[in-house]
Nanobody, 125 residues
Framework: QLQLAESGGGFVQPGGSIRLSCAASGFTMDYYAMAWFRQAPGKERDGVSCINSLATTHYADSVKGRFTISRDNTKKPIYLQMNSLEIEDTTVYYC???????????????????WGQGTQVTVSS
């Protein structure tokens, strides 16, 4: 059974950095496009960044130039390096597998997507 587990969330000051990790079990991660989403209370779960099996990446406009998604072609986790963090980045971040990794985040979701449990990132002074 496919399972995803995020880690690395926490508290950081504005302008700081944090790295999220997503570990997978029950499937070979490098065969699938993976993504990070985030969801604030009462809002939709929105795409942040995705990476496909060829390591092509796409980002939401709000995080371009600040966040970097990465993977290697083994069973190691995928990462989301988050730099120059802003208070508006505060929310729960979710790892997702089997996304449609296209240029626009509005196309990333599909009925086969699998989600992790989420990890909280809080940016505050």
């Amino acid at each position: 059974q496919l399972q995803l587990a995020e880690s690395g969330g926490g508290f950081v000051q504005p302008g700081g950095s944090i790295r999220l990790s997503c570990a997978a079990s029950g499937f070979t991660m490098d065969y699938y496009a993976m993504a990070w989403f985030r969801q604030a209370p009462g809002k939709e779960r929105d795409g942040v960044s995705c990476i496909n099996s060829l390591a092509t990446t796409h980002y939401a406009d709000s995080v371009k130039g600040r966040f970097t998604i990465s993977r290697d072609n083994t069973k190691k986790p995928i990462y989301l390096q988050m730099n120059s963090l802003e208070i508006e980045d505060t929310t729960v971040y979710y790892c997702a597998a089997k996304v449609e990794c296209m240029e626009s985040p509005v196309y990333w979701k599909n009925p086969d997507i699998s989600w992790g449990q989420g990890t909280q990132v809080t940016v505050s002074s």
